[in-house]
């Protein structure tokens, strides 16, 4: 395969924190992984800000490696129900960014309007703590779904997926849990792989799988 970049080059591994869908948290594996190449890396905490880490600063607060990670990124479309976003890092980087980024220099800024929710969501994680420690899983919650048979993964995030694998019975399940009360959100192609049925199961790729 051809490859345009020399092993001294500057890297850069950009993961999630947390995957919406997916099991665990790469915090942890991502930086022994990106010390070994002499890569900077950068976490990018949309689902785990607010709700994850002692002050709720994300996986890289929750796993204890805040200070070997270059870039922490977030957004405030999640727990700070507004839009926009940040980027925490050195002053450098973070002002190369903001001369840089399409982003920044060809869009509008953040609406005034949005900036309440995001100042009252800051405000909040750290006047009641109680909110995050409370949000997600519980174990009873846990053990009842595993009980009745429903496939939860191995995720620890407060993310609990339920992998239902087949596109038409998620819209059927999320639909009588809404009718319920209960609001979830079903993840369904292209957010996810397409569910393989085992009959057409081929010896290409054994992993994979819908939710
Ligand atoms: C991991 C991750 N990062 C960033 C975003 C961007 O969110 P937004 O464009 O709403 O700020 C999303 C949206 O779902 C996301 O899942």
Redesign the pocket.
């Known amino acids: 395969m051809y490859c345009r970049h020399t092993a001294d080059a500057g890297k850069l591994i950009a993961v999630?924190g947390?995957?919406?869908s997916k099991v665990t948290s790469p915090a942890r594996q991502m930086v022994p992984l990106a010390k070994k190449h002499g890569a900077r890396i950068m976490i990018?905490e949309?689902?785990a800000v607010g709700v994850m880490g002692k002050n709720g600063r994300g996986t890289a607060e929750h796993f204890g490696v805040e200070d070997q990670v270059d870039l922490l990124?977030?957004?405030?479309?999640?727990t700070f129900a507004s839009?926009?976003?940040y980027v925490v890092g050195d002053t450098e980087v973070v002002t190369y960014i903001r001369h840089q980024a399409r982003t920044v220099l060809f869009s509008a800024a953040i609406p005034p309007a949005a900036r309440p929710p995001v100042i009252e969501t800051l405000r909040l994680l750290q006047a009641e703590p109680e909110r995050r420690e409370h949000c997600g899983r519980t174990p009873p919650d846990e053990r009842g779904l595993r009980a009745m048979g429903y496939n939860l993964g191995t995720s620890v995030t407060p993310i609990m997926p339920i992998h239902i694998g087949d596109q038409a019975k998620t819209l059927t399940f999320w639909r009588a849990l809404y009718d319920a009360g209960i609001f979830t959100n079903a993840f369904v192609p292209p957010g996810v792989r397409p569910a393989v049925r085992s009959s057409d199961r081929c010896n290409g790729d054994p992993h994979r799988h819908g939710h």
């Open positions: 999630d947390v995957f919406s990018d949309a689902h990124m977030g957004t405030f479309s999640k839009i926009g976003g």
